[in-house]
């Protein structure tokens, strides 16, 4: 059903990183332009409301999950198993990638990527795209069509990688800007995100020119930080007059309050000094961190600093699409059970806050889009409660760890239903 309509069924919404609000009888209201106008308990629901169309439901009601780092490229390269960071590249990423140099592989791996994360209830993603112009093209044409909210952007390298995925950084700098004026909030869902793979496969040159054309054209910025020993050691080697790897993306001007950095796992106080100095964000990956054995990831210096932190599927290093596997992978990575309030603030409102969008999404409260999902979760319950009975810290848990991939039973975006 799309907008408008006011659902009735349990509601877990986000306030903050150690509190959700749990309704559970609640309704929630959209208004015509796709817009909440109420979340709460169902006997608060406004008089004047009681009029929109009703859809009953007993699956529960969250915000629509949020994935600050994924590669539509890398789709169907999930589960290449055996090797750490720099080598899964050579072997399995770099050969898949030159793939997309051809359309009829960019149009059907988007349209089955846009697909996948419709059925795991991802309504916004941000989204590395192949270095072929074309390619990124189709896959900006795919999103508007699948109406999800995009964030996208063209990978930009210019050396040491296959010679079929590198162009001199004038000429990829000069596809982005193309793919700018395009694309970058073409709709209200889309967004342009100037995406410089990493340090290690970038010339000073194409670091820099990405900074200006962010600047210029106010968009996003993604890459890659601190993801594995080898890959900091070969930073260190190819910029020996920068003091950290960090330090490196700063020279270049690619510390913005627009910028999501993806892992920052092996960091330390003065290159998290410096993210917070320059508001930047963290997309944080546990699945993939898990899957390369990449490490732990430092959450509470990431809080102490007051960096933004996301969650990311990292797809393909990342298993899955599934934004509920990857909250309980979060968790998983710490070597410890996380109080689960955490997780799903992280997977939605955390997210939205990451990619400045925590005005818009999110968390269900009236004003913002509705971008929302409703997931079927077990019933049977400790002690024979009802679904109803439970505390906010039991259904959080019931979410966040007891919660099967395949659970997420409608999605919407701005009011409207996707379907997959
Ligand atoms: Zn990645």
Redesign the pocket.
């Known amino acids: 059903m799309n907008a408008p309509f006011r659902i009735h069924a349990p509601v877990v919404t986000p306030v903050a990183r150690d509190r959700i609000a749990w309704h559970p009888r609640g309704a929630v209201a959209v208004g015509e332009h796709g817009r909440i106008l109420f979340r709460g308990d169902e006997r608060d629901l406004p008089e004047e409301l009681q009029a929109l169309p009703e859809l009953r439901g007993g699956d529960v009601l969250l915000p629509g999950l949020i994935d600050t780092?994924v590669?539509l490229p890398q789709f169907d390269c999930r589960g290449k198993f055996g090797t750490t960071l720099l080598e899964w590249l050579d072997r399995f990423i770099y050969p898949e990638e030159i793939r997309f140099a051809q359309e009829e592989v960019a149009r059907d791996t988007a349209r089955r990527f846009y697909r996948g994360l419709i059925s795991a209830g991802t309504t916004t993603a941000m989204v590395?795209g192949s270095v072929h112009e074309r390619a990124t093209d189709i896959a900006f044409e795919e999103a508007d069509r699948a109406g999800l909210r995009i964030l996208l952007g063209n990978v930009l390298m210019d050396r040491n990688a296959p010679a079929d995925l590198l162009l001199p950084a004038g000429e990829a700098l000069d596809a982005s800007e193309r793919l700018i004026e395009a694309w970058h909030r073409r709709t209200p869902l889309l967004s342009y995100v100037i995406s410089p793979r990493f340090a290690p496969t970038s010339s000073p040159e194409l670091l820099r020119g990405a900074a200006e054309l962010a600047e210029r054209y106010d968009t996003y910025i993604q890459t890659?930080l601190n993801e594995s020993d080898s890959e900091i050691a070969r930073v260190r080697e190819l910029f020996p007059e920068n003091a950290h790897y960090t330090d490196v993306y700063r020279e270049a001007g690619l510390l913005t309050p627009k910028s999501v950095f993806?892992h920052n796992i092996h960091t330390d106080d003065a290159q998290l000094s410096m993210l917070a100095a320059h508001d930047c964000a963290v997309a944080h990956?546990p699945d993939?961190n898990l899957f390369l054995g990449s490490g732990r990831f430092p959450i509470e210096p990431h809080e102490q600093h007051g960096i933004r932190v996301g969650l990311g599927s990292?797809v393909a290093?990342g298993t899955t699409l599934s934004m509920l596997h990857v909250m309980r992978t979060m968790s998983y990575v710490q070597g410890r059970s996380l109080h689960p309030f955490l997780p799903i603030h992280t997977g939605t409102l955390g997210g939205a806050e990451a990619l400045r969008l925590a005005n818009e999404i999110g968390s269900l409260d009236a004003g913002k889009s509705a971008d929302m999902i409703s997931v079927h979760v077990e019933r049977k319950f400790c002690r024979g409660k009802s679904l109803q009975e439970l505390s906010d810290v039991e259904i959080a848990s019931v979410i966040v760890y007891r919660t099967a991939e395949t659970a997420v039973r409608r999605v919407w975006v701005g009011g409207t239903e996707l379907t997959d």
Request: with cysteine; net charge negative.
């Open positions: 780092h590669h590395y890659h993806g990956c993939s990292d290093a």
